[in-house]
């Protein structure tokens, strides 16, 4: 496996259901992103991990909660959802270096989430 | 803040160039552009580092202009794989604030 990896690509959950969505990167960065794409609105960073270390949180609903076990992987708990938040989520990896730019993120498939 | 881009969308015969412009409120540290195709991942297409600097990919170039807080991407003699929604990503300096543009949906027609 190369790159970024989620799963599953698809998920269709009940508003009362608890879920999880995995993502793995093979790429040795050191930090990691997950993402929000709505139809017809712009990627909204949701939560960003630098070295395993939560380090920012865009005002996220508390029925996400984000886990970073190491480096390599990223999980995004569910539970409760809303119809609203029915949306493509990615993930994304990237190597931070201390002020130094280089490159920039690697994005995952994603994953198609369907909030009935 | 978001970052402005223009056109919102463009439709291109095969063979012909395209400019999309990215806008910044805020003097920026860097620029990124993305490339995202119907039902896939962003694709990075490169990064600009404040400076001025020009890029080239193939035959897609980037510019930033430090001065107007502003990046132009390039598309010259577009192909049909060209097509997909191309998004602009902005930071004030490093590790601050990065904020995706709304995207611009670009069609490569034969």
């Known amino acids: 496996e190369t790159g970024v990896t989620q799963t599953p690509r698809h998920l269709v959950m009940g508003m009362t259901n608890k879920k999880s969505l995995k993502c793995e990167q093979h790429?040795?960065?050191?930090?990691m992103y997950w993402y929000k794409q709505s139809a017809k609105k712009p990627l909204e960073l949701m939560f960003v991990?630098?070295?395993?270390?939560?380090?920012e949180n865009n005002s996220v609903p508390s029925r996400f909660s984000p886990e970073c076990p190491n480096s390599s992987h990223l999980f995004l708990h569910l539970h409760t959802l809303q119809p609203e938040d029915s949306a493509l989520y990615l993930c994304?990896?990237?190597?931070?270096?201390?002020?130094?730019?280089?490159?920039?993120?690697?994005f995952g498939s994603g994953t198609r989430l369907t909030v009935v | 803040q978001q970052p402005v881009q223009s056109p919102q969308a463009v439709i291109l015969r095969e063979g012909e160039d395209a400019v999309i412009n990215c806008s910044s409120s805020k003097a920026l540290y860097s620029v990124h552009w993305y490339r995202q195709k119907h039902g896939e991942a962003p694709v990075f297409l490169m990064i600009l580092l404040k400076g001025g600097e020009q890029k080239g990919h193939e035959k897609i170039s980037a510019s930033f202009n430090e001065k107007k807080q502003q990046s132009s991407l390039y598309l010259t003699a577009s192909q049909l794989s060209y097509s997909g929604t191309y998004f602009c990503?902005?930071?004030?300096?490093?590790?601050?604030?990065?904020?995706f543009g709304p995207g611009t949906r670009l069609s490569v027609l034969p």
């Open positions: 790429l040795g960065h050191n930090a």
């Open positions: 990503g902005t930071e004030w300096s490093y590790g601050q604030n990065f904020v």
């Open positions: 994304a990896s990237s190597q931070e270096n201390l002020g130094a730019r280089d490159y920039g993120y690697t």
């Open positions: 991990y630098s070295l395993e270390e939560r380090v």
